[in-house]
């Protein structure tokens, strides 16, 4: 498929220095922002005293939730747009841009300050001295639904939001009931943070004459942003400009239209200077949105055979203090699309529960939450086939969904486009040979070591929750080189790469021609959703490579007259419209340039539809643990994925490492703490464990491609693939090596004391 760049060619940019993160952003008369934010988790604000900062020299103004809500702002944005169990409808909940009366976490805006410099924002910050009255907190969602819990809006009870309820209850009762044998989990999705390297960040300007506000800020897509912002301040869209270029990760929290960026645009309008802010790593850990927070009862029904009957959930979903732009709905829909993973259950039935806590909001994180999926229903497979004493791949091999039922439909109403897992499977038992683990885990116990292996099959909702539309340009210019124009740029993903060879491979053209320029305020105005749900190539992708045909439909014609000669005796072959029978040609770009700007330009502007997708995976780990000091070391993990064609290799395989990396990091370590006070305890890189390059270098990628049918490039998702099949395989895998000594479950993280202490444990009873 046309000509392939070695790597990614946005690399030598990004690894040079040369990028531009936001920070590197700068203007003319800037000044600088710093947030004051609460330090309590729970607490009536009776009063903010910012006298000595105001007085201070070089401060240009301090802003408080006054001032935001006397702009009007705080409408909060949701997805949400389906009702809950027995009608529910989703309540609106004020969004406090900086805290009006009350605060309901630690790290939320209680006051802006605007000064000169830094430096003089950061002293002036510290002399705001803010009054609280303590209230009670409550940090888990649990124990917020509990009758007598602290409340934290008047008109939520019990700090339920919502509840989100899909399958058919009466039914699942019934086939439990009749079940031979039912498997019962509860399994915690910890509270993780994404920790980005490019903290939160924003430059913000307003400009008088147009009352149009320019916000350059890392994001995950520009749409998104101005929609967020615009609900949320009422700025009309067309008068905000969000800009993204280089973003150093996104990871799902940067789709947020976060607080901080509406007080900012007020600041740059109160001080009529372009204001910049740059967080803190310790703000990025407080007031970034974080990503997981569920805990989850699962259980499975079986008959005689192992045959699965059923499979029943209940998620406590843990929102946080107020409710992120994505959070609710990442956890309520789309799991229920995929809560089958790749089974033939028949029935099933869940309800999921949003939760108010005093807490930060929670929002989607790499895979959203797909990897809870497969993480209960692959926890709960092992777990049956040991109860039942199945093996654990055969209880598969009779579930899994047979590659001939495909397109298959779910009973919770969605179909799954394509797929093999059985293919999948067993490609992967034979990459990671599968058979010989007896020597392998011999070898293991003579040096001490308990072994573990598991094997995991997972699906997933790509595509799921973007816009209807999704909208590309391609543009030409006088040099006739092609400028693609897409609300969805990359926030790691390589999407300047793959776009333009698609494009590339469409037009006949070199990759290196065409240029990419996402979240452009400047370019043509397009429709879409930004850089979420692993759906940008499928849906940009195809939108694109659509785009291209209508630019060689047009072309044709115009080559017609340009070489006065009929369309139907022109054939379109790399790049050159050629007249058949003669050696007469012209070349596309050359055609471009020629009509560069006029009524007969090959400027093209491509409305696609969105795409979605069920990318498949299966991924074996196997693991060794140290029984004197708990610490997992990952031996060998293969990853076999269908995420249909892969138009990029080194991307695709990018991502599924990525990926991985990332599910790794929630298996072995990374989670967040409060204490009951509301306090994050871990709140920096010393009390949270972030995965090293070093915890796995054994990773080996493998593609059982099924193109997907639905999109001209046969493309699905793979942006998070690699982290909703690690959770499950990692987690099973050790579980599998604690087995034999009567461990069957440790919360996450896996980290060396909770396997030390659950080792011990047993010790001490056995
Ligand atoms: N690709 C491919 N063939 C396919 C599908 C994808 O070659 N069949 C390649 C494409 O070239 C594309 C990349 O894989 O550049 C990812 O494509 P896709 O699966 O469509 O995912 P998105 O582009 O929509 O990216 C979003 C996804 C999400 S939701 C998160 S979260 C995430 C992720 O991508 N955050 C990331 N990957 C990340 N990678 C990095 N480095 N940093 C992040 O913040």
Excluded at 265 to 289: C, N, Q
Excluded at 329 to 344: D, E, G, K, L
Excluded at 601 to 627: I, K, R, W
Excluded at 729 to 740: F, K, Q
Aim: net charge negative; proline share 5%.
């Amino acid at each position: 498929m046309g000509v392939k760049f070695r790597g990614r060619r946005e690399d030598y940019r990004l690894v040079t220095g040369a990028g531009c993160y936001t920070s590197d952003w700068n203007f003319p008369d800037q000044v600088y922002a710093v947030f004051v934010r609460s330090n309590r988790g729970h607490a009536k604000l009776r009063g903010i005293d910012a006298s000595v900062a105001r007085e201070m020299e070089g401060v240009l103004a301090v802003l408080t939730g006054e001032d935001t809500m006397a702009a009007g702002f705080g409408a909060a944005p949701s997805l949400i747009r389906y009702p809950g169990k027995g009608g529910m409808s989703f309540p609106k909940i004020h969004r406090e841009v900086m805290a009006e009366t009350r605060v309901r976490y630690v790290g939320q805006e209680v006051a802006l300050v605007v000064a000169t410099t830094e430096t003089i924002a950061q002293d002036a910050a510290e002399s705001i001295i803010v009054d609280y009255e303590d209230m009670a907190s409550v940090v888990d969602a649990e124990d917020a639904l509990k009758p007598g819990a602290p409340q934290l809006y008047d008109h939520i009870q019990n700090n339920l939001v919502f509840d989100f309820e899909y399958g058919n209850e009466a039914v699942a009762k019934e086939a439990f009931v009749g079940a031979a044998h039912v498997t019962k989990l509860v399994l915690d999705a910890p509270r993780l943070i994404g920790n980005p390297m490019e903290p939160k960040a924003a430059l913000a300007t307003y400009d008088p004459a147009t009352e149009v506000y320019d916000l350059y800020a890392p994001s995950q897509g520009m749409t998104m942003m101005r929609g967020g912002l615009s609900v949320g301040t009422g700025i009309p869209p067309e008068k905000l400009r969000c800009h993204a270029y280089d973003v150093g990760g996104g990871f799902g929290v940067r789709a947020e239209a976060y607080s901080e960026y509406c007080s900012l645009l007020l600041a740059a309008k109160k001080v009529g200077r372009p204001v910049k802010w740059i967080s803190t790593r310790s703000e990025t850990f407080l007031s970034d949105h974080h990503g997981r927070a569920a805990k989850m009862y699962g259980e499975l029904a079986l008959d005689t055979n192992g045959k699965f009957l059923a499979v029943r959930f209940t998620w406590i979903v843990n929102a946080g203090g107020y409710l992120s732009g994505s959070g609710s709905f990442i956890n309520t829909m789309p799991p229920s699309t995929h809560a089958i993973n790749v089974y033939t259950i028949p029935v099933v039935h869940g309800v999921h529960r949003i939760v108010v806590t005093n807490t930060t909001p929670t929002t989607a994180y790499r895979g959203a939450a797909r990897p809870n999926v497969s993480y209960i229903v692959e926890r709960l497979v092992d777990e049956a086939a040991r109860e039942m004493g199945i093996d654990r791949l055969d209880l598969r091999r009779r579930n899994i969904i047979p590659k001939e039922s495909y397109p298959y439909s779910t009973p919770t109403g969605s179909v799954y486009d394509s797929g093999d897992v059985t293919g999948l499977l067993e490609d992967a038992v034979k990459f990671s040979d599968w058979s010989g683990y007896s020597k392998r885990l011999a070898d293991s116990k003579m040096r001490g070591k308990l072994r573990g292996r598991a094997l995991c099959v997972f699906t997933e909702p790509a595509g799921t929750g973007g816009s209807p539309v999704e909208e590309t340009a391609i543009k030409f210019t006088e040099t006739g080189k092609a400028l693609l124009y897409t609300v969805s740029g990359p926030s790691g993903q390589g999407h300047e790469t793959s776009y333009p060879e698609i494009v590339a491979a469409v037009l006949g053209i070199d990759p290196h021609d065409i240029t990419l320029r996402f979240s452009d305020p400047d370019g043509p105005f397009l429709r879409g959703d930004g850089t979420i749900g692993s759906r940008s190539l499928m849906s940009y992708g195809s939108a694109l490579h659509n785009a291209a045909k209508v630019v060689i439909e047009k072309g044709h014609k115009l080559a017609a007259k340009h070489l006065e000669v009929g369309a139907q005796d022109i054939d379109f072959v790399e790049g050159q419209y050629r007249v058949k029978g003669t050696d007469l040609f012209v070349g596309l770009q050359e055609l471009a340039k020629t009509y560069v700007d006029t009524e007969n330009t090959l400027d093209t502007q491509f409305a696609g539809a969105q795409m979605y997708s069920f990318p498949t995976g299966a991924h074996v780990a196997e693991v060794e643990v140290d029984p004197e000091t708990g610490v997992v070391e990952i031996q060998s993990y293969v990853g076999v994925d269908d995420c249909g064609t892969v138009i990029n290799h080194e991307l695709a395989e990018g991502q599924v490492q990525g990926g991985i990396m990332q599910g790794l990091g929630q298996v072995l370590g990374e989670v967040c703490v409060y204490s009951d006070e509301g306090q994050l305890v871990s709140g920096s890189f010393m009390d949270y464990c972030m995965p090293r390059a070093h915890d796995i270098n054994c990773l080996a990628l493998y593609w059982r491609p099924i193109p997907a049918p639905n999109n001209p490039l046969g493309a699905k998702g793979v942006g998070e693939a690699g982290t909703t099949g690690a959770v499950p395989t990692l987690a099973n895998a050790i579980i599998d090596a604690l087995h034999p000594l009567g461990v069957n479950h440790i919360d996450l993280p896996l980290s060396p004391s909770r396997i030390w202490e659950a080792i011990n444990r047993m010790q001490k009873l056995g």
